[in-house]
């Protein structure tokens, strides 16, 4: 979910669904199901229009879209876990005092990080505004190999082995594939950030959302690579896919 809010508004961040002009469809950010306009949609004894429909979805199936946003790592949010549990706090209607007693700090200290919380909102809102004036001004005249691709969500240290431009993407999946359909992988690369941009391309023959079993994901990686072990396990590590404590199940990192 986290490499599409960029491309998202605000509002559809908060929302948990955005509209897709192209499609004429409205699509939850989180589980990416799809909502038709002019469709009718039964929910419970009820007929609901798209819209509707999708903001009840969002309501029943991913519980609080605060709480979901808030569960992202610091590296994506800039926000510490001490901050998310006095915005919890604050969320549930709890006064300043009632704060400070619970997490044992003067009632001065939850008054400035509440005057922190809200100076950083001003600043990230200019900060877009202007991020996305100067973005879309060099639209015109930028070359997309100069892109930088995107940071898988699982990543568990982010640092120069992810500040991949496009163009050197494209570089190192022709020089570590014979094919790319079907994915065939010729070795697994040593240095980090080929492996990081081959298992990339290896984690889009999974389903986001879905369960595999220790076989059916064997069964795929063998087709891609005769050591699929290796795989699986720089999967696990580098925070592409997760899996159950006896490692029978395996699936997408959100």
Known sequence: MF?????????????????????DKYICNICGREFESGEVFKI????FDAEKAAKIH??????????????????FTG??????????????????SEIAKQMGVAQATVRHQRFTF???????????????????????NKN????IINIHNGAKMVDDRYFT?????????????????????????????????????????????KKYSEKE??????EIYEDFATIRRYLIEYGFMERTNDCKYYWIKE
């Open 144 to 147: 997309t190999k100069d892109d």
């Open 217 to 222: 994901l064997n069964s795929i990686l063998k």
């Open 3 to 23: 490499d599409e809010l960029i491309n998202l508004t605000l509002n559809e961040i908060k929302n948990g669904y955005s509209f897709d002009r192209q499609l």
């Open 165 to 209: 431009t496009k163009a050197e993407e494209m570089q190192i999946l022709s020089s570590m594939f014979s094919s790319l359909e079907p994915l065939k992988l010729i070795s697994f690369p040593a240095k980090e950030k080929k492996k990081i941009v081959v298992l990339k391309k290896i984690m889009q023959q999974f389903e986001k959302q």
């Open 58 to 75: 969002i309501k029943n199936e991913h519980d609080e879209i605060l709480k979901l946003l808030m569960s992202y790592d610091k590296k």
């Open 44 to 47: 419970g004894d009820k007929y």
């Open 118 to 140: 809200r100076e950083k909102a001003k600043q990230a809102k200019l900060y877009l505004a202007i991020y996305e004036l100067a973005f879309q001004s060099a639209e015109r």
């Open 79 to 96: 926000i510490t876990d001490n901050q998310k549990e006095l915005l919890s706090m604050i969320t549930s209607g709890m006064t300043d």
